[in-house]
Structure formats: C-alpha cells, structure tokens
C-alpha cells in the first residue's frame, strides 16, 4: 500500500574510530511494508541502530540505504515540547518540511487515527502518559512516514495502557504498511510486533540471531496470552 | 512591627540622622511632584538600560551557541563589564555621552548585562536532548531550532535573570545619575545627592523609599508577565 | 556622604560630654577632621606635634576624614569629642537636632569657590547661560550662588565627581574648588585657572571651625587656646605640620604642592580680623543668608551657636 523500499544496513559499523567501534558487521534488512524486532540486553547499542536508520548518526563504515522518506521516530518518552498545543506539537514536523496548506487538515487526521481529536489545545502538562505517548505517534504519523522507527516506545507505560496502545500501533502498521523497526527489551513485544526479530550482541555489537516470527496477522494485543507467541518469545529468549 | 521599631528609634535620635517614619512620609507628600517626576525620569533610565542589556544578552548568549571560539574569546569581556565598578566607569561615560539620561541609560544596562547573559546562556543550553534529535530528525536548520526549541526552552532561564536583572538596573540607572545627572529633568539619584546635602534627611528616606518601590514595581512586573507567558506550561502545577 | 545608618546603630547622644572627669595625666581627645589630612588642617597637626596640646594637658588623636565625613553627627553620637565643621554646616545641623556649638575657626575666609580656566568668566556674573558646574548639588553654597545670581533654569549644577581630570580636558569646564585643593592641582597638572571666591560672592561662612557638643566639656576653653597657639605656630612656620600631612597622605606628598596650598590658603587663614576671630556681625549674616535659603526655619539667628572660649 505505501509502496517503500527496503531499508539496508550494509556491512555497517560505529564508534568512535574505526579501531574503537561499538557495532561491528551489521547487515539487515527490512522490506517495505514489514516489522522487524530489534532485540537486545540493555547498553548493547539498540538506539544506536535506530539512530543510524534515522540518518541521525553516520555509519563510520558501511552504508545505511532506504527505507523510504519521510522518516518517522518515536522516542522512548514522548518528548514533546510543554509550550506548545497537542495540535501544534503535531503541526511541528509539518511546520519544518511540509506543505503549508494541508497542515490543518493533516494534523486533524493524525489526532483522529490516535484518538485524540478531542485534545488538541491541551498543553502537554495536562496529559497522561498514554495520551502523551499517543500524541507522539501522531506526531510521528502526520508525515506520512513511508519508514516508522519506534525506540522502546511502550517502556514508559503502565501495562494497561501499553496493551492499548500496542493494539493501536499494530494496528496503524497494519493499515498503513509502514516499513518498521522496532526496539524492545520485552520478548513477549517483539515476538507480537515482528515477522521477523533480530538479536543484537556482542561486544562489538553485531546481529546474534534472526528469527522468523511466522504467526498470522492482522495481530492483536490479546495474542500475548497466545501458546504460540509464548513459544515464539521463549525462543528469542533464549538467543539473547 | 518594623515599622515601630523604627520609630522608636527616631525619638531617639536627631531628625537629620534618623528622621521617623512620619517624617519621611510626610516627605513623601510634600515633595510627590518632585519624586514622581524624578521616579519617571529613573524608570526610563532603567527600561532603557534593561533593554540594551537583554539585546546584548540575548545576541552574546546566540552567538556563543553558534561558535566556541567565540565564547572563549569574549567571555573575558563579558566578565569584564560585570567586575569594573560602575562609580569608576561613569565618570568616563559622562565624558563621551554627556551629562543626562544616556549615562544613566548605560549604567543600568551595564549592571544588568551579565545576569541576564548568564541566564540566557543557560537557557539557550537547557533544552532537552531527545528534543534537539527530534528537530534534527526533521532535517531542522541551526536558526529553525534556535527559533523553535532553544528560545521557548530558554524563557523559564530568562525570566528568572530578568527578576534580578530589573532590580540591579534600577540600581545602575541611580548610580550614574550620582555622577552624570543634571537636575532637568529631575531624577532620583541627584535628588538623593541633592537632599541629602542640604540635610533634608527625611527627603532623602523618601526618595530611597520610592526608588526601592520602583524596584520592586519592575520585579512585580516581570513576575506577571512570566506567570503569563510561561505560566501555562511551566513551573508548579496550579 | 549618607551617615545616618551606621551613626543611628551607635547609640545615642549623652548628655554629659565623652571626656572623663579631670584625673592626673593628659585628658585623651579626638578630633574629627571633615576631610582628608591637608593644610587646611595643618595648624591641628602642628598642635599636636609641636606639643601645644600636651602643654595644656591634652592628648589629641586627629581622625582623618574624607568625602561627607560626617563630623558633626559623629559629635553628637559621642564618636568623636571635637568636631571639624564651618559656620554654614553647625547652623543647619543645629536646626535638625544636633546639638553642638562653634568654639574657633582657622579660616577667616571661607576657602570655598568656583575654579575656571584663564579663558573663562572673570567673575561670577560673567558665567553664561547654559553653562555647567560641577558641584555639590543641594550644598548650601549652591543653592547659595543660584539663588543670589538667579541661575535657575539657567545654569546646570551637575554632581561634583571630585574627578580634576575631567575639568582639565575642557577649556569651558566650571567646578568647585576649594582654595586648599583644586587651584593648586590644576596649576601643577600645567593648567592655568582662574579661582573664583565664595567670599566675594557673600558667602563667608568661618571655616574649619572648631565644634564641640553641646553643653562643651570643661577642657573646652584649654583646647582652643591650645589650638590657637598651635595655629600661630604653623602659620609662622608650616614644616613641622606639613610634615606629618605628607605622611599621613600621599596625594600631599609633593613639596610644589604643598607649598602652593600654604601659600594660597595663608591670607584665608588670617583674614582681616585675625586669626581665630569671631564676630556677631559675620555670624548673624551667615544665619539670615540660610534663613533666605530657606535651610533653616524663618527667624533662625545664630544665637547660642557660638561662643569665645579664649
């Protein structure tokens, strides 16, 4: 449906010298329309991989290729700026890259997509954590992302409000198909989110492992309790 | 009970070394014409020096974001128009400005300069990293993030160098008019000068009195703009 | 220049005098000086190094003072037992609650003046309209010189930063001076100046004069002849006197200098009446100028301010 390419990490590595790097013979790769999982214990560079998919960072060797534009990020907390407007908050990667016209309509359909349409001139203070959250994909979404890379989003929440809007992303990804890669430390999360969930260890950090995650979609939350992702989460466990 | 202490006290004491808070009232109404005139004359000096202090300050603060080397090259200076006393710079100021407002103009800016400089740098500084990467991630330009991140990021820091900024510029503005004021119009420091040499001690209170409340108008002031602009979205939930 | 803050914390003024009872051995004073050590001065350093205090059974400590040197204040709230002051100053002062009485001055001319250059006005009425003199603004012997010469609205009085710097870069430049400073440090620095006298103006309050709190201590009358003779002795013969200023301040320490301002401030000191002398006449006329002035309540007369202690 969005009809994006490929994002390719080649050969890729980072650090501060080519003598001294931190990720080392990194190759992936996420095909349009698909969820990858990024796994790995905490500090093991996750973020950094996030961060060189989002041109945020260079690779010191290596090429980081498509993926498609625009990019979408979502930060681990929602990081949204306290003096502006929920509606301006959104309107903010408009206002820096984006047409004019449409912004209006645009940040109205985003808030729509998460709910929100009826907070729009709600300062951030007012906000709890899981409608904070949901302004920072909408955010994320009001680009028209072709590439969505979501960094330990769900982290910050309560478990109640983490099914819920787990549900929500899956379902955003789902009927949009945007390119996604996802970072988590819970199992159970990447096992529900990806087709396919990488492992990432090692000092220098390198892929460990890459497993398939074959279960059907559309996917729901609900599938947490599932025999079959329970199985599939034990498995990524174990590779970690 | 301040206020009974000191009168007490004044009983006790010859007027010209303490005058009672009735005298210095009763000043206070005998000569209001002469100290709202003087008060308005003192408050331009200080709005006028607040000003120029809040430019410099501002552009000083966005130009040593821009580049360190600058920083390091300047910041002596900067430090330098905080340290040098004032009653030393203005008789020099009176020589190249002349006697009257501009003295006083400059002086108040001078003193004011290196908080709000100071606070603005810090602002400029304060905002969250997670946001800078946000704005970087939209392919932002340097200006685009001063203007959309770093300057709203920065009232908060601003404000509060601006609270004891008004005060000291009061200060600065009266101190040069000790030595570069005229008289016409009248203004508070030659009326300080002027009273208290003439042993109208009670004039002289007056006028400290009207020059603190000068003060404390302007911090007034700033303080219900701040809770204004910034209120909504910063400091302590209502 | 503004005392109250520190003199009101230091308790309040006695009735009976700081001098302690007569008792064997030399009875300690201090004297209060209203400006730095200079010549003006040079007849009390004289009274004390020359032993003339000491012959009259005091011991003399000599403060120094500097701008706005609160003397009298200093006089009242016990801090000092003699107060430097003049005329003008004492008959003010005594109208705002000090008590304190003039005894003896050594300058029968008031030193006080306006100092221009040679280029400038030859006397007082020749100073234009929209001129600029630097001088204590509110003084008694500003408000003196613009109401008698009607320069309200006409001449600025702008603060006296105390700054000759400033006066010698400008040709047109008008300040004070006192005829003990600013003439005789311009003339040094290669100016040539012109001063002009408060005295030929009508102001002639008697200077560095002598004043003890009110009622005066018992030694009163030993302290001013004492000073007398001492200023007799440093008007025949300065060194000793001088000496001891250029110790005590550098500023001083330069023998033109000092020479210039004994020389300049000698007919000051004698007058036409005398060393020391003090009349009714002289005394009434300063009151009625500050009644005029409006500094001291109508019908104030100098009655009680003063008194012959010789």
Redesign the interface.
């Known amino acids: 449906m969005s009809g994006g390419e490929d994002l390719v990490f080649d050969g890729v590595g980072f650090g501060f010298t080519p003598a001294q790097l931190v990720l080392s013979k990194l190759d992936l790769r996420v095909r349009a329309g698909q969820v990858v999982g990024l796994i790995g214990l905490s500090g093991c560079g996750k973020s950094t991989v996030l ?1 060189l998919a ?3 960072l260079k690779p010191t060797l290596g090429t980081v290729r498509g993926g498609g534009r625009p ?1 979408a ?1 979502v ?1 681990q ?1 929602p ?1 949204l ?3 502006r407007t929920v509606a301006e908050n959104v309107a ?2 408009l ?3 984006g047409p004019e016209g449409e912004r209006a309509d645009r940040v109205a359909d985003a808030l729509g997509r998460v709910g929100l349409a009826d907070a729009a001139d709600k ?3 007012a906000l709890s954590g899981g409608m904070a959250m949901r302004v920072s994909l909408a955010r994320a979404l009001v680009s028209r992302p072709r590439l969505l890379l979501l960094d330990e989003p769900f982290s910050s929440l309560d478990a109640f409000t983490r099914r819920q809007l787990q549900d929500e992303v899956l379902a955003l990804q789902q009927t949009l198909g945007l390119t996604t890669l996802l970072v988590t430390h819970d199992v159970d999360e990447a096992a529900l989110f990806a087709d396919e969930v990488l492992v990432l260890k090692g000092q220098p950090a390198t892929i460990g492992a890459r497993l398939p995650i074959p279960l059907p979609r559309p996917r729901a939350a609900a599938q947490l309790r599932d025999p079959a992702l329970a199985q599939a989460a034990r498995t990524i466990e174990a590779a970690v | 009970m301040g206020l009974g202490v000191w009168a007490l ?1 004044a009983t ?7 005058p009672g808070p009735d005298d210095v009232l009763q000043g206070v109404i005998v000569h209001h014409e002469r100290l709202a005139a003087a008060t308005w004359t003192t408050l331009q000096a200080s709005l006028g020096g607040l000003l120029i202090a809040v430019v410099a300050a501002a552009c000083g603060a966005t130009l040593f974001l821009r580049s360190h080397w600058v920083e390091v090259a300047l910041y002596p200076y900067a430090l330098l128009v905080q340290t040098v006393p004032i009653v030393a710079i ?2 020099l100021l ?2 190249w400005l002349g ?1 009257g407002l501009p003295v006083a103009t400059v002086t108040a800016g001078i003193v004011a300069f290196f908080p709000l400089l100071t606070s603005a740098n810090l602002g400029l500084r304060s905002a ?1 990293p ?2 800078l ?8 330009s340097w200006t ?1 993030t001063l203007v ?2 770093r300057l ?1 990021a920065a ?1 908060p820091f601003v404000f509060s160098g601006l609270r004891t900024a008004v005060g000291l510029a009061v200060i600065g503005a009266v101190v040069g008019e ?7 119009p009248p203004c508070l420091g ?1 009326l ?10 009670a004039l ?1 209170f007056a006028t400290i009195f009207v020059t603190a409340g000068l003060a404390l108008g302007l911090f007034a002031a700033v303080r219900a703009a701040e809770r204004r602009i ?1 209120g ?3 400091g302590e ?1 209502g | ?4 803050l520190v ?2 914390c230091s308790g ?2 006695d009735e009976t005098s700081a001098a302690p009872a007569p008792e064997p051995g030399p009875i300690r004073v201090t004297l209060a000086l209203n400006w730095f050590p200079e010549p003006e001065f040079g007849g009390f350093y004289e009274g004390v190094l020359g032993g003339h205090y000491a012959r009259h059974g005091l011991q003399v400590e000599v403060l120094p003072g500097g701008p706005g040197a609160p003397t009298l ?1 200093q006089l ?2 016990g801090r000092a037992d003699v107060a430097i002051s003049a005329a003008d100053d004492l008959l ?2 005594r109208q ?3 008590a304190a009485i003039g005894a003896w001055p050594a300058f029968q001319l008031s030193p006080q003046g306006l100092l221009v250059h040679d280029s400038g006005p030859k006397t007082l009425d020749e100073l234009a309209d929209g001129t ?1 003199v630097a001088i ?5 012997f ?2 003196f010189l613009w109401r008698t010469h009607g320069w309200d ?1 006409r001449v ?4 006296y ?1 105390g ?1 000759v710097g ?1 006066f010698l ?1 400008d040709e047109s430049a008008v300040q004070q001076a006192y005829i003990t400073a600013e003439p005789c440090a311009a003339r040094q620095r290669g100016a040539s100046v012109r001063f002009l006298k408060g005295s030929d103006a009508g102001w002639n309050p008697y200077g560095s004069l002598v004043a003890f709190a009110e009622p005066p201590p018992p030694w009163a009358g030993a302290f001013v002849q004492a000073t007398h003779e001492a200023w007799e002795a440093y008007v025949a013969a300065p060194d000793r006197g001088n000496a001891e200023i250029r110790r005590l301040n550098p500023d001083m320490d330069d023998d033109a200098l000092i020479a210039c301002i004994t020389e300049a401030q000698a007919p000051f000191v004698v007058g036409s009446d005398g060393l020391g002398a003090m009349t009714t006449e002289r005394w009434e006329a300063m009151a009625s100028v500050l009644v005029d002035l409006e ?1 001291v309540p109508g019908g104030t007369t100098a009655a009680g301010a003063w008194r012959s202690f010789r």
Do not use: C
């Not at chain 2, 300080?192 to 001690?201: C, G, I, K, N, P």
């Not at chain 3, 600025?156 to 603060?159: F, L, R, Y």
């Open positions: 961060r989002a041109g945020l990019r990020f930060f907390r990081t700026l306290p003096w903010l990667a206002e820096l890259a300062l951030p203070r | 006290a006790r004491l010859p007027e010209v070394l303490l203005a008789p009176v020589v006697y969250d997670a946001q990467e946000l704005l970087q991630l939209y392919g932002a685009a959309k991140l709203p009232l000790f030595v570069g004021s005229t008289g016409h030659y300080v000068l002027q009273s208290a040499r003439s042993a109208d001690t002289t910034i909504p979205w910063h939930r | 220049m503004i005392p109250w003199l009101a309040t003024p204040e009242a709230t003010v002062k705002k609650g000090i600029r204590e603004v509110g003084s008694p500003q408000r609205g600025e009085a702008v603060p930063s700054n400033a870069a500094l």
